[in-house]
DNA sequence: CGGTGACCTTTCG
DNA sequence: CGAAAGGTCACC
């Protein structure tokens, strides 16, 4: 057995107990008491922290995977180049992790951001903040693989967590490639969009539960071949603005996926996704004018996006998560729901 | 622009 | 059991 590998990163940077069950990605498990187990890549990680440091162990294939880009990850089919590099993999069942495993993580979890300068700052403009983040400290955003990213956010629409993750594990087991078993458990890849936009996945995709959102999937993925290769991945460097028009020319992607795809993984930190709930909250605690508004429609969207952009600046979506997190927990304590403390929530439902 | 209803199925209360 | 679930789309 290996042993763990460390990554210095104090824990009100990064807490894994905050950040990975935030909603975010619906593919890490907890391992017991402490660990968690995921999929990055091609590879399946173990993770733990103390206050100092966060620790690893990596099982199956070594990840092709190189700081920056995830586009080997992506279902890309522009081969010939990837195809090249991937090639250089000395794919040994090897003991001892790859020297690169401590770059995928720090990708992954974007630590050279400083969460601790980010959070002081927006303690500073907002009490209801303050107040949240002494109780969730660490609680950052993932830069995910944004085929991944998307087809979760499909699945997320008028849907509830449990099933998003069950169809997401189904999603991988069907169509994704084994890695690796650990203790008992075999891992898979994430699909990628050439096996999703295949004929007759529709079908199996229905008899797996999907319902409707199966055809958002399988065009979606026919859509990003249409488009050059690199379109998706490539928009991380494209304005936010026109990276939110281009993913929803997507089916089954609406302004709150795109937004979600934009933050979670196209490195837009001002993306702000707004759901019915953020939106009910915002209403009660923010913006009053709004308690009034019946529906969700864009005009809305936008002014509740605007209002935290305003507020808390160029990474007002970070921000959000932290705001927002609590809320999202299975046992959260129905006494104490509302965003920071001592501010009354929920109005009733009018209908 | 804003309002309405359908959409699949599972989980929740 | 029926309602709700991190929406989206089509249509008025």
């Not at 087809?151 to 189904?170: D, T």
Request: hydrophobic residues 35%.
């Amino acid at each position: 057995m290996c042993s763990w590998r460390t990554i210095p990163c104090s824990i009100t940077e990064l807490c894994l107990d905050h950040t990975l069950p935030s909603g975010q990605s619906f593919r890490w498990k907890k391992n017991g008491d402490n660990d968690w187990v995921g999929v990055l890549g091609c590879s399946v990680y173990l993770l733990n922290q103390t206050s100092t440091q966060l620790r690893y162990k990596v099982f199956g294939k070594e990840s092709e995977t190189k700081s920056g880009g995830l586009e080997s990850l992506s279902g890309r089919r522009s081969t010939t180049k990837t195809k090249a590099k991937a090639a250089k993999i000395n794919g040994v069942v090897s003991p001892s992790p790859p020297a690169d495993h401590d770059t995928v993580l720090k990708d992954y979890f974007q630590l050279t951001v400083c969460l601790h300068k980010l959070y002081s700052t927006w303690s500073d403009v907002d009490d209801n903040f303050k107040a949240v983040a002494q109780r969730f400290p660490g609680v950052r955003i993932l830069r995910q693989d944004p085929v991944e990213n998307l087809l979760s956010f499909i699945c997320s629409s008028n849907n509830n967590i449990s099933r998003i993750s069950g169809m997401v594990e189904n999603l991988c087991v069907h169509f994704g490639e084994p890695i690796v078993e650990v203790s008992g458990q075999m891992y898979y890849s994430v699909p990628s969009v050439d096996k999703l936009a295949l004929p007759g996945v529709e079908d199996t995709l229905r008899k797996l539960g999907f319902g409707y959102r199966a055809g958002f999937i399988v065009k979606s993925c026919q859509t990003i071949l249409e488009n050059d290769p690199g379109w998706l991945v490539g928009l991380r460097t494209r304005p936010y603005q026109e990276a939110r028009e281009q993913l929803m020319t997507l089916p089954g992607v609406g302004p709150k996926v795109a937004d979600c795809v934009c933050l979670m993984s196209l490195d837009k930190p001002g993306a702000l996704p707004v759901d019915t709930h953020v939106w009910q909250i915002t209403a009660t605690n923010y913006l009053k004018q709004l308690n009034n508004t019946k529906s969700l429609t864009p005009t809305v969207y936008t002014q509740i996006g605007d209002f935290y952009r305003t507020r808390f600046g160029e990474y007002a979506g970070w921000a959000h998560s932290v705001l927002f997190t609590a809320d999202l927990r299975p046992n959260k304590n129905k006494e104490t729901e509302q965003v920071g403390d001592g501010v009354a929530k929920k109005k009733k439902k009018l209908k």
